[in-house]
């Protein structure tokens, strides 16, 4: 059974800082890994998708790194803004007996500080 | 286009009772994925439909079920709630042939409080 961990679990910095957040993962036949971020209350939003076959993805600010041997996943957040606050999940997407279904992690809680 | 649309956005409903959750995917989308999201146990997945047919299912019990209609909209149904059954479900579309290598687009969410 897939297990994600996500560290930090929490985050508190001034604006302006660059970031890096981590994502690990136990089984590493995976297809591909999603990054998303979530707003208090609200549905998630989509920020990067890594192939298996990818290393790194960037879009924007944002940048995503996989090394899927060793199981682990970094988004980097460059010049943090108040606007990045929220909370960021990791979703390696795995064969699970013939199924392809996602596994989040608990998560890393932003805030940025103005 | 489009988001992922989901109705209602937020529901009481007491114990025992059934209720019934509605997810319009993105146009085009034939993928619909449902999760559960607590507090206690995170993001979990519950089950996916593509073309009508559910194609993979999480660990919940029987209670949890839904469906997909011809116009890819989706439905699903928690029969006999109960108060651990009080949490976000978010619903996800993805790519017209849902494949996995395809990336999911999430709805707003339901918001269920069972009382």
């Known amino acids: 059974k897939q297990e994600v961990t996500q560290i930090p679990a929490a985050l508190s910095v001034p604006e302006g800082e660059n970031l890096v957040l981590n994502c690990s993962f136990t089984?590493?036949?995976?297809?591909?890994l999603q990054w998303f971020r979530q707003d208090p209350g609200k549905g998630l939003t989509s920020l990067l998708l890594?192939?298996?076959?990818?290393r790194e993805q960037t879009s924007g600010r944002l940048n995503a790194s996989l090394d899927k041997s060793s199981g682990r996943s970094t988004l980097y957040i460059a010049a943090s803004q108040p606007g990045d606050s929220a909370t960021y999940l990791c979703a390696p997407k795995g064969a699970s007996g013939g199924s392809y279904i996602p596994t989040f992690g608990r998560g890393t809680s932003l805030i940025v500080h103005p | 286009k489009a988001g992922v649309t989901q109705t209602p956005r937020y529901l009481i409903k007491t114990r025992g009772q059934q209720v019934t959750l509605s997810c319009s995917p993105i146009s085009g989308h034939r993928s619909v994925s449902w999760y559960q999201q607590t507090p206690g146990q995170g993001l979990q997945f519950l089950f996916e439909?593509?073309?009508?047919?559910?194609?993979n299912k999480g660990n919940f019990p029987g209670r949890f079920s839904g469906r997909q209609f011809s116009n890819s909209r989706s439905e699903m149904n928690v029969s006999t709630l109960e108060l651990g059954d009080s949490a976000l479900y978010l619903c996800?579309?993805?790519?017209?042939?849902?494949?996995?290598?395809?990336?999911?687009?999430f709805g707003p969410g339901t918001r269920l409080t069972v009382t």
């Open positions: 996800a579309s993805s790519h017209p042939d849902g494949q996995v290598v395809y990336e999911q687009y």
């Open positions: 439909y593509f073309s009508e047919t559910q194609r």
């Open positions: 890594i192939q298996s076959s990818q």
């Open positions: 089984d590493s036949a995976i297809y591909n």
